[in-house]
């Protein structure tokens, strides 16, 4: 009610300013600061501590470099507290209800950013204005950009989600001095005009008295972030799954060519690109480490396993046919190609597959019978066995190779995204 009056009483006054003259601010001011000492807290009672309410408007995330570990933003402070020595009847003064005046004529609680990445920040500037009202309350708005910082945690890169913890402490006064408040639990984030590579998911304010230093107050000030993910999607991961791809089509390569080497390695090298882009934007951390790094590192196998694949292959592929193909192998193809044409044996002219095959796996299987000019498939029966040369069994595992690499590729990529997801 009290409050509501002296609203009321200053709303009146204030349509008195037009009578107030330079004389009045002038001799308000000169009244007012006649007595008054800077270094004497506003607390009537000097065992009581001074209550300080700050509210904090978000303006800007201006960046979260991940590698440092520092988060920089812009944000606008509103701190409020009230000074008893403040306080005047603005109908002696021709109704002046507010003045503007340096920050250095009073009293102010100095704020320190206490998680600094750089230098020593203070929030307050001694350089700024105060403005204080007629019932002796001050208001000081003041701007900083604040670059803490934060704790990261890239483990579940690019789906990760960071809490950043900024502090602020109130230099030089304990709890029993100077009491923070805080406004709201979270951040005004009305002005915050979102940002390109991380959402704000929510904001949390809290005042903690640490034991050390006689009981000094720490506002914690914590940012959720989740980062966008498109980005490292379209530029890394899905590239990485397509010469994942790409590379399996080194099988269906004609050995002859003598290409498949080359092709292989040029494959593998721009795997290893990959590994250096993201080891360069992820911080070098053990603890965790992020699981992009072991999926990388699993391409890479993955590519000298192919490596490995085809050369095996080839010296299959060159070898000649006096030697004879063991039986082991030769029962391994004929149940393979069995297998590929459903179990049955089939003339050339039917292709009797069956529709539960892998269609890319069975096709191919067909094209490359018709190249290897095999007239007929049929029965397992000593003549056919005696037709199975090295060079059958080569193409035969070539294209086993390029199903079997082109599934697992697309396996890793999977269990990687579901493990990602899971965990973030
Ligand atoms: C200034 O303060 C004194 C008392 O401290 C008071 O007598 C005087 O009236 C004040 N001046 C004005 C203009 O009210
Ligand atoms: C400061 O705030 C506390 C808690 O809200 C309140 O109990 C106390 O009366 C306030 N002190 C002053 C001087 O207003
Ligand atoms: C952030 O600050 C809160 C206090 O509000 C604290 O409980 C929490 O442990 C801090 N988190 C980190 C990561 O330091």
Not at 25 to 50: F, G, I
Not at 164 to 183: A, E, R
Not at 265 to 275: H, S
Request: glycine residues 6%.
């Amino acid at each position: 009610m009290a409050l509501i009056i002296m609203v009321l009483l200053g709303l009146l006054a204030c349509d008195a300013v037009g009578a107030a003259t330079i004389y009045d601010t002038h001799y308000l001011l000169s009244n007012l600061t006649k007595d008054y000492n800077v270094n004497v807290r506003p607390a009537v009672e000097q065992l009581l501590p001074v209550n300080v309410s700050i509210q904090m408007y978000l303006k800007s995330i201006m960046e979260f470099d991940e590698r440092q570990g520092t988060l920089s933003y812009t944000v606008g402070f509103e701190i409020t507290w009230k000074d008893y020595r403040l306080m005047w009847n603005s109908y002696l003064y021709g109704g002046v209800w507010y003045l503007n005046v340096p920050l250095t004529m009073i009293w102010f609680p100095e704020l320190l950013l206490s998680s600094p990445a750089t230098s020593r920040s203070y929030i307050t500037q001694s350089w700024s204005k105060a403005r204080i009202y007629y019932d002796g309350f001050v208001l000081y708005v003041e701007g900083a950009l604040i670059e803490s910082t934060c704790e990261v945690n890239v483990k579940y890169y690019p789906f990760d989600v960071q809490s950043c913890n900024t502090s602020f402490i109130s230099l030089g006064y304990t709890y029993k001095d100077v009491n923070l408040m805080w406004v709201k639990e979270s951040i005004d984030i009305t002005l915050y005009p979102g940002n390109s590579m991380w959402d704000l998911e929510s904001t949390s304010v809290s005042v903690q008295t640490v034991a050390t230093g006689g009981g000094q107050q720490e506002m914690f000030v914590t940012f959720n972030l989740r980062r966008k993910p498109g980005y490292a999607i379209v530029n890394v991961l899905l590239p990485i799954l397509f010469l994942g791809i790409l590379n399996a089509f080194v099988f269906l390569l004609i050995p002859e060519s003598g290409e498949r080497i080359g092709y292989c390695i040029t494959t593998l090298l721009a795997i290893a690109v990959y590994m250096t882009i993201i080891m360069s934007s992820l911080p070098q951390s053990s603890d965790p480490t992020p699981l992009i790094n072991y999926k990388l590192l699993i391409d890479l196998v993955y590519s000298a396993l192919i490596i490995v694949a085809v050369i095996l292959n080839m010296r299959l592929n060159g070898k000649d046919d006096d030697v004879p193909v063991p039986k082991i192998l030769v029962s391994f193809y004929l149940a393979l190609m069995c297998r590929a044409c459903g179990g049955k044996p089939v003339r050339p002219a039917s292709n009797g597959f069956t529709a539960d095959q892998n269609a890319t796996s069975s096709n191919e299987s067909s094209s490359k019978l018709q190249e290897s000019d095999i007239p007929d498939y049929s029965p397992v029966n000593s003549v056919d066995a005696q037709k199975v040369t090295w060079k059958k069994i080569s193409s035969l595992l070539d294209i086993s190779f390029f199903v079997l690499f082109v599934f697992l590729s697309f396996l890793i990529f999977v269990v990687f995204i579901s493990i990602l997801k899971s965990g973030s």
